[in-house]
């Protein structure tokens, strides 16, 4: 394993380019840079020649910065053109895919950390865990190096980054402000890793993070707007408007947990009564289960669903989103649990507002809370987006 | 009164310039020509070589652009510098206001349109209204007009274009889909007054419109998020996400007056119960008031802030945002109403995500909806925001 190189923290400017900010020529440079990236990176190797159309960059432009990616190890040529008509058949250049990985880890499950290598392409090269055991504190730090280290070793490849979603509010700087499962507070996260492995290292909320996941890596079929609810230890969402992620004022958009859903429901542990995470979290839903008769399981799941679809219809009317993916763990959350859900928000809100609205469960969400951490890199470093 | 010159239309695509967009020749300058006029617009008149500074752009890239904008009349030479050091003094450039006049209509008023002549700094020149009388459809079209013929009159400089906010779902094209109060029901707004009046018309929901003028002139105080809530004959929200407008994905963002608060609640014109609107619009209430003796009139304000708090806490919640901006009459918003809001919403999550949040009554929500309507028509227009 070797550093990423020099070239990665320069690209992290490409992130924040928009219209509104100044056009330095360091930022048309990168902006172009990234635009030759995302191109390829999405439509998969192409010739200079369609690269340039595709990117609406000059051919000079795209032939300098192709040769500039190329020495960075990052894209390189891939052969010819099939089916190339008369004359001399064009160069294929892409995304060297395996130039660098990524080290990816996804903290929002109650039981373990889980994380994977990842490549350029956001493909998963290989995956490992560790158990939680209940640790917390400076314990479950210990741990996620752990992982890192058991991941580093499954590859040879120099590492681009490390990226990582992680229950509670997540500042700029990668420090874990509050994570109260994890006995998280004001925990450095993104500086104790860099200082330990030498490389850039990207943290972000686990909510956040899955819906990165499902907007850059997943199936999102709607427009420009997402919401991804992760139910684990907690309720949280990740929001996507407009095709950027939305992290409030003080880091802490999606935090829905300790809203009131019942004002004559238990009291929380947060000290009111009727809190989101009073009916729904995943411990809480297993354990109602387990001590439920067969018979009155569906009335537990119908009443999770309902309550998730109290705090969601007021959201999913300010934002008119029509696509909500939900994570965690499978046997709560798919059917029952959801079906009540999108039930309850079209019952209490304008059906031209909810009307085209689809929930559904993420599928493997380890694969794209997983995906999504390893996007902050990518996104960060390359100005992939 | 003369037709908007045709550098107009080939403004419209510097709105949309995004950074995953291709960077087009013509993007690129249309993108600097808004960075210019944008800076002039924000930090008023300056000197060239300040706003190569101030933009980033090269000194002849600025020339160039000041050049083509003079030609256009929008900006114009202001003298020279004041204090300037030894040597020969700076000539400051900067916006000619009365180049171009906008005429600006805010619909949502229950019983009047209002409307105003609005220079390009944003400044009112004049108002006027109609009365509504309770007029729809055609007839309510038709006083539309006649308010704009109204405001015409006022002003002898070209028109840039026409801007309004309307209540209802209005799409991309300035048809309004549904307005129901207005009975106005796929309503094609922008293409009647573009063919009556011969210059761009930008039309937008009324929320909307509203956010755009507290954003863009009115006294926002905190980032980058804020939501304007309208209480007229409905309950409407306008969002700005990340200094972007949210429009949704069938552009029903913002349609609150139908979320359900009470299961228990009176029936709504909508046919279910319970919703938001049953116990807070600007008729209802007042209606309310007025048949109430003094000692009940609190209850009922604390009553429509409490149902009005619930349906924005988990909104809250979501998007941790920290301004809340209300529109409407305000015997009726400010006071009680908004202290019962503010109160059932930080009742209703969690602390740290709500600490944080500000509500407070527009002032003079006339002014700002009327000025937000004049920023569709800058921001389309001129690519100002």
Sequence with gaps: ?????????????????????????????????????????????????????????????????????????????????????????????????????IVALDLSSADRFVGAIVNLRGEVIDRAHVDLDGAVGEEAVARCIRLVDELSTRTTRRLLGIGVGTPGIVDHEGTVRTAVHLGWYDLPLATRLTERFGV?????????????????????????SLMVITIENGVGVGLIIGGALVEGEQFSAGEIGHVTVDDDGDVCACGRRGCLEVVLTAPLLAARLRSADAGSRGAVLHEAGRALGIVLAPIVSSLNLNEIVVCGPRALIEGALLRSALETVRNRTLSPVTNGLEMRYAGDDLELAVLGAASLVLSAELGVS
Excluded: C, W, Y
Aim: no cysteine; charged share 20%; proline share 4%.
């Design 1 to 101: 394993m070797n550093a990423s190189p020099t070239f990665a923290a320069d690209r992290q400017s490409g992130r924040q380019l928009r219209v509104t900010e100044k056009a330095l020529p360091q930022h048309n440079r990168a902006h172009n840079r990234s635009l030759v990236l995302q191109t390829l990176f999405r439509r998969g190797a192409m010739s200079r020649a369609d690269l340039a159309r595709e990117s609406g960059l000059t051919r000079p432009t795209v032939s300098g910065l192709v040769a500039e990616l190329t020495d960075d190890g990052i894209v390189a040529e891939l052969g010819f053109r099939d089916g190339a008509r008369v004359g001399k058949p064009a160069t294929l250049v892409g995304i060297q895919a395996d130039a660098f990985h």
């Design 200 to 224: 850039p290292v990207h943290v972000g909320n686990d909510s956040n993070v899955a819906a990165l996941g499902v907007h850059t890596f997943g199936d999102q079929k709607h427009g420009q």
